[in-house]
């Protein structure tokens, strides 16, 4: 998203520019790789393939947390992306040097059981940001151990809260305590092998319910953490449950868009292709990677239609967007 509102704030001694950091272990191409990021992002600049692929490998999670739309979907049958059809989007992003992916979407990855083959692999075809977003509930030091070896790049924790008893409230089903002992391990895993990746983020998602404990988790994850994130929680979704989650941030119309068509592609376990990260976007079916490629499905119509809308700040004429834009920055008209 492309406005003041929704930035993430990044907190951390240990390494107050993330991306610099990054820059010295892996050197120009990533700063090159960063570079295009933020004329997509700041300029909505069009590349003519994505820098970032969203994969979803397994479709379900372990937790059923207060802001998230997974509990008000139908239940569906557990699923698992082939390995097949892994590699062969992994084999067409290769050709047009795709940098980034991400190994899940809304789901935890933790619970798919190839990942850390699907790591090994993003880095055999060239893929040098390769992160995942997980609950870290089920981050046995068996998996740390894992991820580690494969090449992760980035491993992002979801905690949302400093203290057992706000954690029990937000992220149902979850362990506080066994979170923390777990990442815990996993830092010392990290260091035990002289390993620099994959950093650590913890992340926060500011609601209502945690507003009180935002001071006490940067506190505590500083000087544990690479670095912690904190951003507000974005409700996709018009009902009352979730606004009042919402804090009070406010914004205009004029000063928001979303970059997200000019930098990712989102592909679910059965291979349809989405063009963000919303689950709203889902009702915006790009195509399906079983019946064409990505290159082609980013150049139809559709995305072209969804960039000059972004950049035009007309957003408001498509029903998919608007309600996702006005939801996430409670938007004043």
Known sequence: MNTELNKISNFSTL??????????????????????????????????????????????????????FRHEMPKQ?????SMELYERILSEAFNYNCPSLS???NNEPLLDPYLPERISMA??????????????????????EQLIDAGL???????????????AKIRIGGDYNKVVSNLTNFLDIRNRKGAKLPLLRCTFVRIRENEDELAAFIKFWDGKADYSSIQSYIPHTPK????????NDKSSMTNVTCSQPFERLAISVDG????????????????????????????????SKLRMMMKHRTWNKFPVCRQCLENTFNIQQ
């Open 103 to 105: 190994l899940n979407w």
């Open 240 to 247: 009352e449950w979730a606004l009042e989650l919402h804090p």
């Open 77 to 81: 049958k557990t699923s698992v992306m």
């Open 123 to 144: 880095k055999k075809y060239g893929f040098f940001d390769i992160r995942i977003n997980t609950n870290a509930n089920l981050l046995s030091p068996e998996k740390a």
């Open 153 to 167: 790049t980035r491993l992002s924790a979801s905690i949302d809260a400093v203290t057992a008893e706000a954690y």
């Open 15 to 68: 390494h107050p520019d993330v991306n610099e950091c990054l820059i010295e272990m892996f050197g120009e191409d990533f700063r090159e790789y960063r570079k295009r990021w933020e004329l997509a992002e700041k300029q909505l600049h069009i590349f003519d393939f994505p820098l970032f692929l969203v994969i979803e490998t397994v479709n379900t999670c372990n937790l059923k947390c207060i802001m998230c």
């Open 272 to 303: 349809k292709v989405y063009p963000c990260c919303s689950p709203i976007g889902t009702e915006i079916l790009l195509g399906n990677v079983h019946d064409s490629s990505l290159y082609e499905i980013w150049h139809r119509e559709t995305e």
